[in-house]
């Protein structure tokens, strides 16, 4: 029984690929396309990537003296990769490089543009630690203290750490300014004067009759 049906089965199956070659061979040109097509998708992303890193790189290595140069070129980087991974990067750093030297408005405004395209970014907290400093150095103490105390329970040990020393480090400076009004002294009402007493009248002269 089996030796009779191996022949039929061989024949059969030669039969079922001669009349389906042209869909093997099309299902087989389809997955030598996609293979192609992924690496060369894979190639240009890797290379777009490369690029892009290139671009923050140079800064780096430029050795630029003037920070506020140094942040506005990061800036340009996160615009121009707008999209790309390493624009998250470049617009952290141009805002931490404004805080370094102490440009709180452009600083603040860095941040504010970082948390906006990446709110829950790798350095979303930073951003927002920074936004404080930015706060409290332009005098918005009472908002700053507040982002403080809402960091004192993130993740990050290091955040944590960092804006559990800027809160008590904020609210001592803000202390001086709460100071509890000293009640008035007490004014004791003066004792009455005596009144002074009626002259004393002169002794009637002797009469001599």
Not at 24 to 43: C, E, H, P, R, T
Not at 86 to 112: G, N, P
Not at 116 to 130: I, R, S, T
Request: aromatic share 8%; proline share 7%.
């Amino acid at each position: 029984m089996s030796e009779s049906s191996e022949p039929d089965i061989l024949f059969e199956g030669a039969e079922w690929f001669d009349q389906n070659k042209g869909k093997l061979f099309n299902g087989a040109l389809l997955i030598i396309v996609a293979v192609v097509g992924w690496q060369w998708f894979s190639k240009n992303q890797s290379d777009s990537h490369a690029a892009s890193e290139s671009a923050l790189f140079a800064i780096q290595i430029a050795g630029a003296t003037n920070l506020s140069d140094v942040a506005a070129a990061y800036d340009k980087v996160g615009v121009e990769q707008a999209g790309k991974p390493v624009a998250e990067r470049a617009l952290i750093l141009s805002a931490k490089t404004w805080l370094e030297v102490s440009d709180y408005d452009k600083a603040q405004a860095a941040f504010d543009n970082y948390l906006a395209k990446f709110k829950n970014g790798h350095w979303a907290a930073e951003a927002q630690l920074g936004q404080a400093i930015c706060k409290e150095a332009k005098g918005d103490t009472a908002a700053a203290i507040s982002t403080y105390q809402s960091l004192t329970n993130n993740t990050d040990t290091a955040i944590k750490n960092r804006a559990t020393a800027l809160l008590e480090a904020a609210q001592t400076q803000l202390e001086p300014l709460v100071v509890t009004p000293k009640p008035a002294p007490l004014i004791q009402p003066e004792a009455p004067k005596p009144a002074p007493a009626p002259p004393l009248s002169a002794p009637a002269a002797p009469d001599n009759k």
